[in-house]
């Protein structure tokens, strides 16, 4: 597969496009995470989290990519495509990955809580379809945490009142 010898700058270029998508979470209130599923050079599937848009549980911008780019392609099996997302994919994400079978998953920041490709459990390695495949961590990933560092500082700000001190 061609797409898993690409260079770094090739990885940074669609990072960048996963991380356009998770700015468009994080301005719509949801967690900042972006996903995109590229295949012959050109993204085919596009997602970012919309749990709290959608109030939807399994709205993650990986699961909403793949179903993008299995519609683009008319097939349900991406094995030449490749999942660029911004954050190490959950349990339930890495189910999806597992299904769809892009063989190349490329993220940004490790998700030390719940990633499931290296973090927490390698649920890639050693599946029962007895499929390789190839994961890279890391690209982008200071930009990609500072979103997520950022976004839940300001959830986590509490708006000053004057029982605070504020007087305004």
Same mark, same amino acid.
């Given at each position: 597969?061609?797409?898993?010898?690409?260079?770094? @700058?090739?990885?940074?270029?669609?990072?960048?496009?996963?991380?356009?998508?998770?700015?468009?979470?994080?301005?719509?209130?949801?967690?900042?995470?972006?996903?995109? %599923? %590229?295949?012959?050079?050109?993204?085919?599937?596009?997602?970012?989290?919309?749990?709290?848009?959608?109030?939807?549980?399994?709205?993650? @911008?990986?699961?909403?990519?793949?179903? @993008?780019?299995?519609?683009?392609?008319?097939?349900?099996?991406?094995?030449?495509?490749v999942?660029y997302?911004?954050?190490?994919?959950?349990?339930?994400?890495?189910?999806?990955i597992?299904l769809?079978?892009?063989?190349?998953?490329?993220f940004?920041?490790?998700?030390?809580?719940?990633?499931?490709?290296?973090?927490?459990?390698?649920?890639?390695?050693?599946n029962?379809?007895?499929?390789?495949?190839?994961?890279?961590?890391?690209?982008?990933?200071?930009?990609?945490?500072?979103?997520?560092?950022?976004?839940?500082r300001?959830?986590?700000?509490?708006?000053q009142?004057?029982?605070?001190?504020?007087?305004?």
């Amino acid at each position: 597969m061609n797409e898993i010898a690409q260079s770094f @700058a090739t990885h940074e270029q669609w990072m960048r496009a996963a991380i356009d998508e998770a700015e468009k979470a994080g301005e719509a209130g949801d967690v900042p995470v972006g996903a995109v %599923v %590229v295949h012959d050079g050109r993204v085919v599937g596009r997602g970012h989290n919309r749990v709290e848009a959608l109030k939807d549980p399994t709205a993650h @911008a990986e699961i909403l990519a793949l179903g @993008a780019a299995s519609a683009t392609i008319g097939d349900w099996r991406l094995d030449e495509c490749v999942l660029y997302s911004t954050l190490e994919p959950c349990t339930m994400c890495s189910g999806a990955i597992l299904l769809s079978r892009p063989r190349l998953i490329v993220f940004g920041a490790d998700d030390l809580r719940a990633g499931a490709v290296r973090s927490t459990a390698r649920l890639l390695e050693g599946n029962p379809y007895h499929l390789d495949f190839e994961v890279i961590g890391g690209i982008l990933a200071a930009e990609c945490g500072d979103l997520l560092r950022e976004f839940f500082r300001r959830v986590r700000r509490k708006p000053q009142s004057e029982e605070d001190g504020d007087p305004t």
